[in-house]
């Protein structure tokens, strides 16, 4: 097992409108991994995940394939802080935020 990471991506291309936030949801939680995913009004998607860094790997890897009917031009991947996690709903490992 390698070590724990938090990563921040942000998500480019056709990716509202086509169930790409329960894509990563769901993933995500397959995987094990903490954190949150949201839509944000520029078009894009948001996510920080948190979990071992070979399966963060892996994720960001899914990420870019997205699910049936996405178009992922770019992900920007950023180191994540432990504070972003506090957005999470309370009680969750990992949730879909609201709009921002």
Same mark, same amino acid.
Request: aromatic content about 6%; some cysteine; glycine content about 12%.
């Given at each position: 097992m390698s070590e724990a990471v938090i990563v921040h991506l942000v998500v480019h291309g056709r990716v509202q409108g086509v169930v790409y936030? $329960?894509?990563?949801?769901?993933?995500?939680?397959?995987?094990?991994?903490?954190?949150?995913? #949201?839509?944000? #009004?520029?078009?894009?998607?948001? $996510?920080?995940? $948190?979990?071992?860094?070979?399966?963060?790997?892996?994720?960001?890897?899914?990420?870019?394939?997205?699910?049936?009917? $996405? #178009?992922v031009d770019a992900i920007h991947r950023s180191d994540g802080h432990a504070s972003s996690l506090k957005e999470r709903a309370p009680g969750q490992v990992f949730s879909v935020l609201p709009t921002i």
């Open positions: 936030r $329960a894509f990563v949801e769901s993933e995500a939680r397959t995987r094990g991994l903490h954190g949150w995913v #949201r839509n944000c #009004r520029d078009g894009t998607v948001e $996510a920080v995940l $948190a979990g071992d860094a070979a399966l963060i790997e892996d994720m960001t890897a899914v990420c870019k394939r997205g699910p049936f009917g $996405a #178009r």
